[in-house]
């Protein structure tokens, strides 16, 4: 008999779909990635954006101040006292009034302006007056005519780290140019130098909470997209898992049926060739039985013949009945009364064993399309298998119920259950646990349930024993 290597037919062991769920992660992966590239590029950008928009607002300021200084501190001084000298109470007094009535309103927090020597000579900070070379690379550029502007940020390493600082300032410095020609020359000279520090923490704090809420919609997008991927590769992962579930199962069939085949060629040549020898020696056997009778009443051998003839006659029926299932000849029946037909046939095994009979029938259970010998037969092997698990004062409970489409009929046992092992094997053809007996009882049963598009199933009852659980349908197409 051809091989077929043994398969696993658990589906929770087949191997699931491994490489959609590796793109799955690595899509979540390279989820969160982009949100975080998307927020520090976003962050740049807001940087950058934040620091022009200040510069060109700030170099505004720092014009409007420019002619501001010019048109009412520089040209009135210059024309009544012929130079600035800032140093003098009443020109820093109107310089200060000209400054901050100018730029009143601009949250400007910090002016300073140096003179041509790099010196500071005016500042809000009074402490600063005076300070020498002060300005750095920034002061040259603005000499030089070039405005500059750089941006100012503080805060702990984490504000820092996540582009949400405490303080953010921008300081712009600009040269400070003469409007009027004083000299022959026609040029516009530069005759001094403004600082302007302005605080920005608040623009900045609500860019940057845009800035969160758009990477937080993001995210919930990327999130949203990623439950749909995950929901999706669930899915085809129990597809996957269905249809190898399904294969497994048709493999298991596909053996079975190659078994049975096997079994039941074999099972056709040896009925052929026991069965008629076996006849003869039936028959011979009973012959001998009368003539021994009459020779020597007390032997016994002729009656051994006969049973172990009858005996091997049954284990052949039991082949041939499991190899070559017969095809039911379906007719109007009523389970019940076929259970019933099997309870009076055991009564008198049911009354020396010491067994409780217990039956629940529902009413009104509609007949159903079935061979009532064959049924029959079912039932018989499934009691009688309850009888060898039972000891003395057992309970065999025989349920049958029915809902729209099938007829359920259900026996349990008060026995000592099946171990696990042996539940696994308890379909294999030839497995029992019996010291007696071919193993194919159960099989014969499988067979005619399933030859009556019925399932059955075997499981363990709580606390003890064993149950068997039926299911024919009601109404079926042949």
């Known amino acids: 008999m051809k091989n077929i290597p043994k398969k696993d037919s658990n589906p929770k062991e087949v191997r699931p779909f491994v490489l959609v769920k590796a793109f799955t992660f690595s899509s979540l992966i390279v989820m969160l990635t982009a949100t975080i590239v998307i927020a520090a590029l976003n962050a740049h950008w807001v940087r950058n954006i934040l ?99 750089k941006l100012i940020q503080k805060g702990s390493f984490l504000e820092l780290m996540f582009w949400f600082p405490k303080e953010t300032k921008i300081i712009t410095f600009a040269p400070l140019i003469q409007e009027v020609e004083f000299s022959r020359s026609g040029k516009r000279m530069v005759i001094g130098v403004v600082e302007v520090i302005r605080d920005i923490s608040d623009d900045y704090q609500d860019v940057v909470r845009l800035q969160g809420l758009i990477v937080a919609t993001c995210s919930i997008i990327m999130g949203i997209l990623f439950l749909i991927l995950r929901f999706v590769v669930k899915q085809g992962e129990k597809i996957i898992e269905a249809r190898a579930e399904e294969r497994l199962k048709l493999e298991e069939k596909l053996s079975r049926a190659e078994h049975l085949s096997a079994i039941g060629g074999m099972t056709a040549g040896v009925s052929h060739e026991i069965r008629n020898p076996l006849g003869i020696i039936k028959s011979s056997a009973q012959l001998l039985k009368k003539k021994m009778a009459k020779l020597d009443p007390d032997s016994n051998i002729p009656n051994i013949i006969v049973e172990e003839s009858t005996r091997l006659n049954h284990i052949i029926t039991d082949f041939l009945d499991f190899a070559k299932p017969r095809v039911p000849d379906l007719r109007p029946c009523i389970i019940d009364e076929v259970i019933e037909k099997n309870l009076i046939f055991l009564a008198s095994q049911i009354q020396d064993a010491k067994i409780n009979i217990k039956t629940q029938y529902q009413e009104d259970i509609p007949e159903i399309m079935a061979d009532t010998a064959m049924l029959y037969q079912s039932f018989l092997n499934i009691l009688l298998n309850s009888f060898h698990a039972l000891k003395e004062n057992g309970t065999i409970t025989i349920a049958t119920w029915s809902d729209p489409d099938f007829v359920h009929i259900c026996f349990t046992d008060t026995g000592d259950g099946i171990s696990e092992d042996v539940l696994k094997k308890i379909w294999t053809p030839f497995f029992t646990t019996k010291d007696t007996g071919t193993g194919l009882g159960l099989g014969i049963v499988k067979n005619i349930i399933e030859a009556h598009k019925g399932q059955i199933h075997i499981s363990n009852a709580r606390p003890l024993g064993t149950k068997v659980e039926i299911t024919l349908p009601i109404q079926e197409s042949y």
Do not use: C, W
């Not at 040209?75 to 009443?90: C, F, S």
């Open 51 to 149: 620091l022009e928009k200040n510069k060109e607002y700030n170099s505004l300021l720092v014009e409007n101040l420019n002619h501001q200084i010019f048109l009412r501190f520089v040209a009135p001084v210059v024309y009544q006292h012929g130079e600035i000298k800032l140093r003098e109470n009443a020109q820093h007094m109107l310089l200060d009034t000209v400054i901050k009535s100018t730029l009143h309103s601009f949250h400007v927090e910090m002016v300073n302006i140096y003179g041509t020597d790099n010196i500071i000579g005016y500042s809000f900070d009074e402490s600063q007056i005076g300070k020498k070379n002060a300005g750095g690379v920034h002061y040259e550029k603005a000499m030089k005519n070039q405005v500059t502007s």
